[in-house]
C-alpha cells in the first residue's frame, strides 16, 4: 500500500518533469486594482481568469491585492524581486507604478490591461471597444421605438469617446435615420463615481425622448441603470456583464474579457510566445463581446440576436470595419 | 411653447431633487457654524451616512431602519468631531478633514468585507428604498393650464425625504430665530465668553449643535444613497458636502438664504446636464466645465466682497478657552 503511493508520487514526478521540459517553467503573478479582486466586475473577471488558468495548468499565481496607490507600486516590485513572471497589473490606474517596476527590472515580463506603456518588458493589452460597442449599438437600434438613443459618457476623453463612436455607428448601421445624444457626467476622477449625477443625466435623456442609454462611465453607470428601472426605459452596461443588475431593465452588456487576456498573458509566457508591445483583444480575439444570459433573454428576440450574432460574423471576417475614435480622436465614419 | 414650458418644469424638478441633500447638510452646517464650530466634516458624515443606510437597508430590507442607522452613525462621527475640538480644542478643519479621509477609506473597506461586490452594497429593490409619492388629485387637477402640469410634474412625484429637506429649512429658522435655544447657539458662535458669564455652557451647547448637525447629514446620506439612488458606491456623495459649505458661506448664514443658495447650485447642475451639446443663440455651446465651475466662483466672486459681504460668525473656528 506504501509502495503503491511511493511509486505514484514518483510516477507523478516524471509526469511534471517531462511537462516541464516541454513548457517553460513559470511563476506568474497578479496585482489587482483597488477595488478588490471581488468586485464583480474588472478584477472579478481576471481573478476567474486566473483561476481557469490554474485549474488548467496546475500552476499557482501569487496575488497582490493593494489598497492603495502607493501599495501598487511596492506589489509589482516586490513581486519581480521574488522571481515572479509575467506579472499582470489591472487597469489603466497601474501605467505609472508599472512603468517604474519594469525600469527596475528589466529581465521580468510586466503585462498591463488596458493601457500603454512605452517599456521593452512590457505587453500592454488593449481593448478594441468600438466593436462591442458597435454590436449593443445595433441592439439599441433594432430595440428602439423612439429612434433616439443616448450615450452616457464618463469625462469627455478620447478613452471613453471610442465607446460613444463605437455605439453611434452600430446604430446607424441598423438605422440611419436614428438620433444619438452624447452627455457625460463631469470632468474630473468624480465623474467615475457619482451615481446621482449619472442618474439625473440619464433622466434627462429618457425625458428628451431617448429609449435606450449606453452608460461607460464607471459607478456613475450604476445610476444610469437605476433612472432606467425607475423610468421603465433601457440601458446598456459596460466593461462587466452587469444584465443582472437590474434584470428586466439592462438590454445588455458590452463586455471586456480581462480574463481572457490575464488567461494569455500566462499561457503564452508558458509555451514561449509572450512578446511585449501591443496586444489588440477585439471580437476575434474574445476579448469583447456582447453579452446574452437569462436575465436580457426576454428582453432580445431570436430575430434581433441572430442579426447581432451576423454583425458580430462580418466584423470578424473584416466585412465591417468599426473606425476607432482613437485613431484620429474624431467619430467621421 | 407647451414643450418649453415642459423642459423648464422637467429641469426644476430635476433642481429639487438634486438640491435636496444640498439644503439638509448646509442646515446641518449652518447649527455647526452658528455655534461656532467649522464643519468641513460634512462630506464624510453623509457619506459614512449612505453607507450605513445602504447597508442596513439591503440586509433589514427597511429604508427606515436604513435612516435610523444613518443617523446614529453620523451623528457618532459628529461627536468624534466634537471630542477633538469642543472637548480637546483640536484644530476643526483638521478635524473634519480627517472625518472624511476616515470615512472614505472605511465604507469602502467594510463595503468590501460584508459584501465583496468591490465596496459596493448590494443594488435594493424598490421595497427598501424611499420612492417616489404621488399627490391626491394629480390626475383631476392635470386639465387646469399650467397650474396643472405645473402640479403633477413640479410639486407631486417626489419622495419623502425630498418634502422633508424644504420642511426643515421653516423649522431650522424657527429653531434659530425664535427659540430661546437659538438665542444661545447663536450666541455661542459670535461671543462664547458671554454666555459662559451668563452661567451657560459653552461645551454643551456646541456639543448639541454638532449633534442637530449629526441627525441632518445622516438623512442627507440617506437620501444620496437610498431614495435618490439605490445603492452605496465608493465617495458617491462626489462632495457635495462642500458645495454645501460653499451655499452655506454664499446664503450668509441664514437658513431661508441658505436653502436659495442651494436651489441655485442645483439648478446650475440640473441646467447643465440639459445645456450639453446645446448651442445657445447668440452664445455658442456653453463648455459643462463652465456651469461646473459655477458655484464655486460664485462663491470666491462673494467672499471677494463683489456681492456684499459675508460675514461668519465671530467664534467660528476658535475653540473656546475658559479663562481662568
Given at each position: 500500500m506504501k509502495l503503491n503511493k511511493i511509486t505514484m508520487a514518483i510516477a507523478a514526478a516524471a509526469v511534471v518533469l517531462t511537462a516541464s521540459t516541454v513548457q517553460a517553467e513559470i511563476q506568474p503573478a497578479v496585482v489587482y486594482d483597488k477595488a478588490g479582486k471581488f468586485d464583480k466586475s474588472f478584477n472579478e473577471a481576471v481573478f476567474n481568469g486566473i483561476k481557469r488558468f490554474t485549474a488548467d495548468t496546475g500552476i499557482s499565481v501569487r496575488e497582490v491585492e493593494p489598497t492603495n496607490e502607493v501599495q501598487v507600486e511596492q506589489g509589482l516590485k516586490k513581486l519581480a524581486k521574488r522571481g515572479n513572471s509575467p506579472i499582470v497589473g489591472v487597469g489603466f490606474n497601474q501605467a505609472n507604478a508599472l512603468s517604474a517596476a519594469a525600469q527596475a527590472y528589466p529581465n521580468t515580463q510586466f503585462t498591463l490591461i488596458?493601457?500603454?506603456?512605452?517599456?521593452?518588458?512590457?505587453?500592454?493589452?488593449?481593448?478594441?471597444?468600438?466593436?462591442?460597442?458597435?454590436?449593443?449599438?445595433?441592439?439599441?437600434?433594432?430595440?428602439?421605438?423612439?429612434?433616439?438613443?443616448?450615450?452616457?459618457?464618463?469625462?469627455?476623453?478620447?478613452?471613453?469617446?471610442?465607446?460613444?463612436?463605437?455605439?453611434?455607428?452600430?446604430?446607424?448601421?441598423?438605422?440611419?435615420?436614428?438620433?444619438?445624444v452624447y452627455s457625460f457626467v463631469g470632468s474630473t476622477g468624480a465623474a467615475f463615481a457619482n451615481p446621482s449625477k449619472g442618474g439625473e443625466i440619464a433622466r434627462s435623456q429618457y425625458e428628451a425622448g431617448a429609449d435606450i442609454i449606453f452608460a461607460a462611465a464607471g459607478s456613475s453607470g450604476n445610476g444610469v441603470i437605476q433612472a432606467a428601472a425607475d423610468m421603465g426605459k433601457l440601458a446598456i452596461g459596460v466593461d462587466s456583464n452587469q444584465n443582472y443588475l437590474q434584470p428586466g431593465t439592462v438590454l445588455t452588456s458590452m463586455v471586456k474579457r480581462v480574463g481572457e487576456a490575464a488567461y494569455q498573458s500566462y499561457a503564452t509566457a508558458q509555451n514561449g510566445t509572450w512578446k511585449p508591445g501591443f496586444v489588440s483583444m477585439g471580437l476575434a480575439e474574445g476579448g469583447v463581446d456582447w453579452a446574452l444570459d437569462e436575465h436580457n433573454r426576454s428582453l432580445v428576440t431570436a430575430d434581433m440576436e441572430a442579426q447581432v450574432n451576423a454583425l458580430k460574423a462580418s466584423i470578424i471576417a473584416g466585412d465591417i470595419s468599426v473606425h476607432d475614435y482613437m485613431s484620429d480622436n474624431t467619430c467621421n465614419y | 411653447m407647451s414643450d418649453v414650458f415642459l423642459t423648464v418644469l422637467l429641469t426644476l424638478d430635476a433642481t429639487f431633487r438634486v438640491s435636496t441633500p444640498l439644503i439638509i447638510a448646509a442646515m446641518a452646517g449652518l447649527f455647526a457654524e452658528r455655534a461656532g464650530v467649522v464643519d468641513i466634516g460634512l462630506e464624510g458624515k453623509m457619506l459614512a451616512a449612505a453607507f450605513a443606510a445602504a447597508s442596513v437597508s439591503a440586509v433589514v430590507g427597511s429604508p427606515w431602519a436604513g435612516l435610523g442607522v444613518a443617523m446614529l452613525v453620523s451623528c457618532g462621527l459628529a461627536m468624534l468631531h466634537g471630542f477633538a475640538t469642543i472637548t480637546h480644542r483640536g484644530d476643526q478643519v483638521v478635524s473634519g478633514i480627517a472625518i472624511n479621509i476616515l470615512v472614505a477609506g472605511l465604507s469602502v473597506i467594510l463595503g468590501l468585507a460584508w459584501f465583496h461586490q468591490g465596496g459596493l452594497t448590494p443594488a435594493l429593490d424598490n421595497d427598501s428604498r424611499f420612492l417616489s409619492i404621488t399627490l391626491p388629485f394629480v390626475d383631476q387637477l392635470a386639465f387646469i393650464p399650467v397650474l396643472g402640469p405645473l402640479y403633477k410634474e413640479l410639486i407631486s412625484g417626489h419622495n419623502i425625504l425630498v418634502y422633508l429637506a424644504f420642511a426643515i429649512v421653516p423649522i431650522v429658522w424657527w429653531v434659530v430665530y425664535r427659540t430661546r435655544f437659538g438665542l444661545r447657539l447663536r450666541a455661542v458662535g459670535e461671543n462664547p465668553t458671554a454666555v459662559d458669564t451668563a452661567g451657560l455652557s459653552v461645551v454643551k451647547l456646541r456639543y448639541k449643535a454638532l449633534l442637530i448637525g449629526g441627525v441632518l447629514c445622516g438623512i442627507a446620506g440617506t437620501y444620496i444613497a437610498i431614495a435618490h439612488n439605490a445603492q452605496f458606491t465608493r465617495d458617491m456623495t462626489a462632495g457635495q458636502g462642500y458645495i454645501a459649505l460653499a451655499a452655506l458661506i454664499f446664503g450668509k448664514w441664514r437658513p431661508l438664504t441658505v436653502m436659495l443658495a442651494c436651489l441655485l447650485f442645483g439648478f446650475l447642475d440640473a441646467l447643465a446636464v440639459r445645456l450639453q451639446g446645446v448651442a445657445l443663440p447668440g452664445i455658442g455651446e456653453i463648455p459643462v466645465q463652465v456651469i461646473e465651475a459655477t458655484p464655486y466662483l460664485l462663491t470666491v466672486i462673494l467672499l471677494a466682497g463683489f456681492i456684499g459681504r459675508a460675514t461668519p460668525p465671530k467664534a467660528s473656528g476658535i475653540a473656546y478657552v475658559k479663562e481662568r
Amino acid at each position: 500500500m506504501k509502495l503503491n503511493k511511493i511509486t505514484m508520487a514518483i510516477a507523478a514526478a516524471a509526469v511534471v518533469l517531462t511537462a516541464s521540459t516541454v513548457q517553460a517553467e513559470i511563476q506568474p503573478a497578479v496585482v489587482y486594482d483597488k477595488a478588490g479582486k471581488f468586485d464583480k466586475s474588472f478584477n472579478e473577471a481576471v481573478f476567474n481568469g486566473i483561476k481557469r488558468f490554474t485549474a488548467d495548468t496546475g500552476i499557482s499565481v501569487r496575488e497582490v491585492e493593494p489598497t492603495n496607490e502607493v501599495q501598487v507600486e511596492q506589489g509589482l516590485k516586490k513581486l519581480a524581486k521574488r522571481g515572479n513572471s509575467p506579472i499582470v497589473g489591472v487597469g489603466f490606474n497601474q501605467a505609472n507604478a508599472l512603468s517604474a517596476a519594469a525600469q527596475a527590472y528589466p529581465n521580468t515580463q510586466f503585462t498591463l490591461i488596458d493601457m500603454v506603456v512605452p517599456e521593452a518588458n512590457v505587453q500592454n493589452v488593449v481593448f478594441r471597444s468600438q466593436e462591442g460597442s458597435f454590436l449593443v449599438g445595433a441592439l439599441a437600434a433594432m430595440k428602439s421605438q423612439t429612434g433616439k438613443v443616448g450615450f452616457i459618457g464618463g469625462i469627455e476623453i478620447p478613452l471613453i469617446s471610442v465607446f460613444g463612436c463605437g455605439f453611434e455607428q452600430g446604430a446607424k448601421h441598423i438605422n440611419a435615420d436614428i438620433e444619438v445624444v452624447y452627455s457625460f457626467v463631469g470632468s474630473t476622477g468624480a465623474a467615475f463615481a457619482n451615481p446621482s449625477k449619472g442618474g439625473e443625466i440619464a433622466r434627462s435623456q429618457y425625458e428628451a425622448g431617448a429609449d435606450i442609454i449606453f452608460a461607460a462611465a464607471g459607478s456613475s453607470g450604476n445610476g444610469v441603470i437605476q433612472a432606467a428601472a425607475d423610468m421603465g426605459k433601457l440601458a446598456i452596461g459596460v466593461d462587466s456583464n452587469q444584465n443582472y443588475l437590474q434584470p428586466g431593465t439592462v438590454l445588455t452588456s458590452m463586455v471586456k474579457r480581462v480574463g481572457e487576456a490575464a488567461y494569455q498573458s500566462y499561457a503564452t509566457a508558458q509555451n514561449g510566445t509572450w512578446k511585449p508591445g501591443f496586444v489588440s483583444m477585439g471580437l476575434a480575439e474574445g476579448g469583447v463581446d456582447w453579452a446574452l444570459d437569462e436575465h436580457n433573454r426576454s428582453l432580445v428576440t431570436a430575430d434581433m440576436e441572430a442579426q447581432v450574432n451576423a454583425l458580430k460574423a462580418s466584423i470578424i471576417a473584416g466585412d465591417i470595419s468599426v473606425h476607432d475614435y482613437m485613431s484620429d480622436n474624431t467619430c467621421n465614419y | 411653447m407647451s414643450d418649453v414650458f415642459l423642459t423648464v418644469l422637467l429641469t426644476l424638478d430635476a433642481t429639487f431633487r438634486v438640491s435636496t441633500p444640498l439644503i439638509i447638510a448646509a442646515m446641518a452646517g449652518l447649527f455647526a457654524e452658528r455655534a461656532g464650530v467649522v464643519d468641513i466634516g460634512l462630506e464624510g458624515k453623509m457619506l459614512a451616512a449612505a453607507f450605513a443606510a445602504a447597508s442596513v437597508s439591503a440586509v433589514v430590507g427597511s429604508p427606515w431602519a436604513g435612516l435610523g442607522v444613518a443617523m446614529l452613525v453620523s451623528c457618532g462621527l459628529a461627536m468624534l468631531h466634537g471630542f477633538a475640538t469642543i472637548t480637546h480644542r483640536g484644530d476643526q478643519v483638521v478635524s473634519g478633514i480627517a472625518i472624511n479621509i476616515l470615512v472614505a477609506g472605511l465604507s469602502v473597506i467594510l463595503g468590501l468585507a460584508w459584501f465583496h461586490q468591490g465596496g459596493l452594497t448590494p443594488a435594493l429593490d424598490n421595497d427598501s428604498r424611499f420612492l417616489s409619492i404621488t399627490l391626491p388629485f394629480v390626475d383631476q387637477l392635470a386639465f387646469i393650464p399650467v397650474l396643472g402640469p405645473l402640479y403633477k410634474e413640479l410639486i407631486s412625484g417626489h419622495n419623502i425625504l425630498v418634502y422633508l429637506a424644504f420642511a426643515i429649512v421653516p423649522i431650522v429658522w424657527w429653531v434659530v430665530y425664535r427659540t430661546r435655544f437659538g438665542l444661545r447657539l447663536r450666541a455661542v458662535g459670535e461671543n462664547p465668553t458671554a454666555v459662559d458669564t451668563a452661567g451657560l455652557s459653552v461645551v454643551k451647547l456646541r456639543y448639541k449643535a454638532l449633534l442637530i448637525g449629526g441627525v441632518l447629514c445622516g438623512i442627507a446620506g440617506t437620501y444620496i444613497a437610498i431614495a435618490h439612488n439605490a445603492q452605496f458606491t465608493r465617495d458617491m456623495t462626489a462632495g457635495q458636502g462642500y458645495i454645501a459649505l460653499a451655499a452655506l458661506i454664499f446664503g450668509k448664514w441664514r437658513p431661508l438664504t441658505v436653502m436659495l443658495a442651494c436651489l441655485l447650485f442645483g439648478f446650475l447642475d440640473a441646467l447643465a446636464v440639459r445645456l450639453q451639446g446645446v448651442a445657445l443663440p447668440g452664445i455658442g455651446e456653453i463648455p459643462v466645465q463652465v456651469i461646473e465651475a459655477t458655484p464655486y466662483l460664485l462663491t470666491v466672486i462673494l467672499l471677494a466682497g463683489f456681492i456684499g459681504r459675508a460675514t461668519p460668525p465671530k467664534a467660528s473656528g476658535i475653540a473656546y478657552v475658559k479663562e481662568r
